[in-house]
């Protein structure tokens, strides 16, 4: 959930002193910083000023400082505590600061937000993966550690053969991905699974029960079939020692290059050694030589240090100046490559039979997995649902725009993924046309969340090369692309760097780690605001590359004031579609995550309802459907079941649930409604006899204790 905070009363810090100023009221949406209508040039840094790494680290110092005063601006309570993370200055004095979130002491999972300053220090608005006040019973678990281990070895699905990954492998944190934060465990689970025999998975379980809550992969990868090939012949930074060189890149935070030697990924350190020679010529082309494999790891980090320093003043994967280590021939027949932000490393295999045994240390691949430690610095996106695509298709962008940035004429850039690596199709995954692998999806669906995150990440894949390159048949480094969409529209793109620079601003100030794909539009369409202005060609194009894989509408076009058409289903002679919501938020409009199939809450038919407010803070929500046919015969009605639970008590309507049609109130229900389960309810639908209308219901909650409203099996007759 990724709904925007609108301050009572804005009072921050001004970072660069250290002071508590106070802010007039603001919207977060009104009051960000934009450049003035049609101003389409680029800003440097996608807007963000460069800082050298003592200033960065002061202005976190300062934003430590200032957390407790922040955190009770933003509402949270006595036992939540702040923890500044970074720290982004736009060109104009703009701040951007990002904050994880504790409880109690325990981890916040779902608990962090990015707090945007005025030049002043007056706070303009925020950005929350969970909104509002984390409230929970208790922080006493019924279940132990011990316990905890052992359901998610239970829960586990991404690894085989899963057993608890040993001595402190669950923690206790609070789980605040949902509407309702929970106590749980984060535990580690190990088995065989697409990292190789040592892959991890980390499974939340509720910590009362021990029911499983979420579950997802620690290693971010990248797996192929086919030949890899060498970066060719580059120039590489090493360090001369005494009388011979060591691979270790003083231009680039000190990134050293080391040869795991075949050392298990369980622990890749184990007879690591570092790579050295008398002369400072490396490798000879081909996997006979240890070194090549070694050349092109610090080729392609070389490149993507280069590249998000050249384009966006980020000095290394977590803008601190330092270079994260690296460890190729990892493993034995190890068809793959991934980051590992807990020890602040990546790793590289050999490949095996499949691709001829050819080292997975391609210019893209290496650039993708560093990319992975840049998300996680920053947005740090779950690696579990549309997140998770995001996560991935984060890698796949900056990987791609890496390759553009790098100009090797043995590696020209294009928009296909691993490409050099010699796959059956040709590539791993295509930004024009995800879905021509066969498995990755190119326009979201509402099943798109529980898809394997490297194939939904088709989705953000999809949305970039429409951005950037629009629509229609291309050839781009040698290779064939064709920009089709999702509803048969044609548009132009605004070039490559525009759409990085639009989609990092998004990922660095306003993602949290449960962004989603209708969040990441919202990210995206400010981000393009604060570039290149809300009336801009650049926005307007945006959204349309969103509209074309299915994600929103496209805004009006700023040229003509004429909104855009977008393609719309006739219901068929149905009064309403996906009543029970069976099929997820198909013929659905919702302005949050309102539908859902979480255990958290119970449906009354099937799996999926809709869960309305909860939040205990104040916050109003929408659900609706347009184009509904309702019978022109009889004496039509609305029937749906309504479930209400809350904190308040007494009769007073605090928190209220209103049913509209076209706009009109017709039914209204809130706190005071509250029972033990559903109930179902009717509403007379007479006065719209053979029309066509939008049904809606709206909620609203106070800003005090919280009201749940859950809804299901709707249906017109």
Sequence with gaps: MNRKNALAAAVAAALALGTVTVAASQSTAATRAVAAAGDSTARPGAGFQAMTADARSEAIRTADRNAAATAGELGLGPAERLVAKDVLVDVDGTRHVRYDRTYDGLSVIGGDLVVHLARDGGITGSDLAHQGAI??????????????????????????????????????VVYAVGKTPVLAYRSTVTG???AGPASREAVIVDASSGAPLDRYELHQNVTGTGNGVTAGQVSIETTQSGSGYTLTDPAHGGTIIYDSYHSPQSNPKQNARTFSRTTNSWGNGTTSSRESAAVDASYGLAETWDYYKESFNRSGIRNDGRGAPAYVHVDTNLLNAFYDDDCFCMFFGDGSSQNGNTPLTT???????????VTAATADLTYSGESGGLNEATSDIFGTMVEFHAGNAGDPGDYYIGEKLNMSGGYMRRMDNPS?????????????GSVDVHHSSGIGNHFFYLAAEGTGAKTIGGRSHNGTTCNNDTFSGIGKDKAAAVWYRALSAYMTST???AGARTATLQAAADLYGANSQERYLVSKAWAAVSVGTALPDPGTGTPTPSPTTPPSGNALTNGSFEQGTGSWTQSDDIITNSTLQAARDGAWYAWMMGYGAAAVESLSQSNIAVPATGAPKLTFWLKVTTQESGFTAYDTLKVKVNGTTLATYSNANAGSGYVQKTVDLSPYTGQTVK???????????????????????
Excluded: Q
């Design 695 to 717: 049904l809606e219901f709206a909620g609203v909650e106070d800003a005090y204790l919280s009201t749940v409203f859950l809804v299901d099996a709707i249906a017109i007759g």
């Design 135 to 172: 409230r929970i019973a208790g922080t006493t678990p019924k279940l132990t550690a011990a316990d905890a281990s052992a359901a998610a070895v239970k829960h586990a699905k991404h690894v085989r053969n899963p057993k608890a990954g040993g001595k402190d492998s669950s923690t206790l």
């Design 436 to 448: 021509a692998d066969g498995t990755s999806l190119s326009c979201w669906t509402s099943g798109a």
């Design 192 to 194: 065989a699974g697409e």
């Design 363 to 373: 210019l893209d691949v290496a650039s993708h997995e560093m990319s992975h430690g």
């Design 515 to 517: 962004t989603n794909y």
